[in-house]
């Protein structure tokens, strides 16, 4: 779900996240497109949550999908995106079309294998997780995901 949402967070257009990126740009003090825990930290106290600080480390975990210790822009969106941006069928269509590599409306392992290893995604997740996933999510047990199956997943 965390990649579907990664996936969701990159066909999103501007007007969708304007609020998002201004709040991302106000947190990046040092302009270097990522967000730190210092950084981080910094946003939350700023905004009054500084009592948030023991659960600030298990929050930048989950939000840091490729566990390089910073959050980028993407992560950042991906974590602030609330139901009404992934439950929309044509923005879940998009992400989906991102994973079925070959078009045939099916995600197959080796497709979500091929997805995740652009970055460091697959290598977070493990060779074993991938099947895993689609062990999860493939309802009808056909080895692969269809859409129906993916949208059940995001909600």
């Given at each position: ?19 998002l ?57 991906a ?59 493939d ?17």
């Open positions: 779900k965390k990649s579907a949402l990664y996936a969701i967070a990159g066909q999103l257009d501007d007007s969708q996240i304007t609020d990126r201004s709040t991302f740009e106000q947190l990046d003090t040092n302009q270097d497109g990522f967000l730190s825990a210092a950084e981080y930290r910094e946003g939350l106290a700023a905004a009054g949550l500084s009592s948030l600080k023991p659960d600030l480390q298990c929050m930048l975990d989950a939000i840091d999908m490729n566990n390089n210790d910073v959050i980028d822009y993407a992560e950042f969106i974590s602030a995106l609330d139901a009404r941006h992934y439950f929309q069928e044509d923005v879940c269509w998009a992400a989906f079309q991102a994973f079925d590599q070959n078009g045939n409306g099916r995600i197959c392992a080796s497709e979500l294998a091929h997805v995740l290893q652009s970055g460091d995604l697959q290598e977070a997740m493990g060779h074993a997780a991938v099947q895993e996933v689609i062990d999860l999510v309802i009808n047990g056909d080895g692969e995901i269809d859409f129906e199956e993916f949208m059940d997943m995001m909600r």
